[in-house]
RNA sequence: GCUCCUGUGGUGUAGUCCGGUUAAGCAUACUGCCCUCUCAAGGCAGUGAUCCCGGGUUCAAAUCCCGGCGGGAGCACCA
């Protein structure tokens, strides 16, 4: 037989054989495919609770919700989940939005779960007439003691009138703690969330939207589920912590008959010993071991700001880490790579002296010298003005003996023609190749500044003090013309942005 | 402790659903060379993974099955 009789016998009877594979993905850009995403239908929110400043764990969830609305010409909708007013600030909801700004999150729609309380109660309401709801009058010992050991609660007995009863009471007489209404789910469950979980409780706290009005507030598990679905959610995406929650979650959207979002969750994001909890947090702030929430050394979204990340070079490394359940701890250095080459094309190029030594030059042939601005793009020039007296790294400086030639950076070759007190003489400007480079700072005009350079926070769980380091520089008068939070590269040191007139924060190598 | 999730080079991942065409792609880190008045950026090349381990299925397994082990999370009137 030949193979094109072969071929059309197996063509025959087994086709199937011959069948085009579904191809391979094709190296994919960006994130998976979504599951069920039809384009153009495809709605994601972001729902950050307004209790703290947002940070790189929120941007991480915020781009993920944004890029998939994007691919699939869907929509974004920012919800506040602020269903705990204890736990709510009005500047937090301002301070999420400037971070979303920043980071050039845009959404299609605002709205705060508290919009809907109204509507939450209805649902609940429903619940509770479907007796898939009790009221629970319990104390909080007795509750979780139950949970463990797996006993229903003698309010679950109740008749729907009790309940009924109850839940008015809830709004009347009963304060904080008295009562709370249960999802009646399983308590002898594996998953310890189904064993009638919380779905209302009073809470006094004033609400920083709603004021006093109302003191019965819902849980999350039920103010999500609720929301997502009528919000016309269908890609639902939250942090793996929550992946137990996923049954409670379908659950009460089929007692009530609501439409179902698909629930998707991805690992948390941190850095290694950068903390983003609140709890770790607060108290370094209180006892003023970091400055504050921007402090360059923490992961929140005004501190990298600070730092000089750029939005775009988070994005980029958000994307990068892919969307997956795996334990990350990320590397912060992929980041900074990012950011490099973003920074690196503006960032203007100044010199900065950091551990100064004299020397003095003579025969210099100006009394200013023109360097430009960048060693490729085209930013302009910058013109200083001389003396004789030069600031050199005492590293590069003590290398030197008499006799030696080095190049001063843009400027001239020196002949080294003292050791102590170091001195030179300016010998012409031929570029030669094997000269070691060396980058000054004259003493006329030199600025005085501060570098910060932040580090690891955290080694371990030891609060590192050495975290912060300030140093003292010498840098060129230039430095007084730019514009705060510019990016610069100090010669043969590294990124930094300037922060004040006095102070300019390291970014990275 | 119980339950759930997870495990690919130093690091982060792609590929795992639908087993072969990839003894594994990319990024980052590292090394070398080129370029360069920077220890930056750019260009090129390279080092580096028995795909956690042990069994099994199969002509064939990172990919399927079973059992271990490691890591993380949940067990709140927080989200």
Known sequence: MSQDQIKRQIQDKFPDLLAEKPKKQEEREGLPPLEGAEHGKVVTRFPPEPNGYPHIGHAKAAIIDEEYAKMYGGKLILRFDDTNPEAERLEYYAAIKVGLDWLEVKYDRVKNTSDDIELLYKKCQEMLDGNYAYVCTCKQ??????????KPCKCSMGELEQNKDRWDKMFSKFGQGDA?????GNMSSENT?????????????????????????????????????IDGVTHAFR??????????????????KMRKP????????????????KRVLRPLIEEGKVSGYDDPRLPTLEALKRRGIRQDAIRKFVLSLGFTKADTLAPFETLESFNRKIVDPESIRLHMVKNPASIKIRDLPSGTITMPNHPTKDMGKRTIELGEEFYLESEDIEKLKPG????????????ITSQSPAEGQYVGDELGTNIPKVHWVAQKNAQKIKVLIPSQLFIGEEF?????????????????????GKEIQFVRFGYCRKDSMLQAIYTHK
């Not at 109302?214 to 589920?225: E, I």
């Not at 003292?472 to 008068?477: A, G, L, M």
């Open 404 to 415: 030696d030639a080095i190049r001063f950076m843009g400027l001239g070759n020196v002949k």
């Open 193 to 229: 969330v189904m064993r009638d979980p919380v779905m209302f409780r009073i809470i006094e706290t004033k609400h920083p939207l709603l004021g006093d009005k109302y003191r019965v507030w819902p849980s999350y598990d039920f103010a999500v589920a609720i929301e997502d679905s």
């Open 180 to 184: 709370i209404v249960r999802f009646r």
């Open 464 to 484: 590192n003090a050495a975290s912060l380091q300030e140093i003292n520089v010498f840098t060129e008068p230039h430095y007084n013309e730019l514009k705060e």
């Open 262 to 277: 698909k629930v998707i969750e991805f690992s948390r994001l941190g850095f290694e010993g950068m903390p983003v909890s």
């Open 239 to 256: 942090t793996k912590e929550y992946e137990l929650r996923n049954e409670l979650y379908y659950i009460i959207l089929d007692l009530l």
């Open 141 to 150: 010992e007795t509750i979780s003691a139950n949970r463990r050991e797996m």
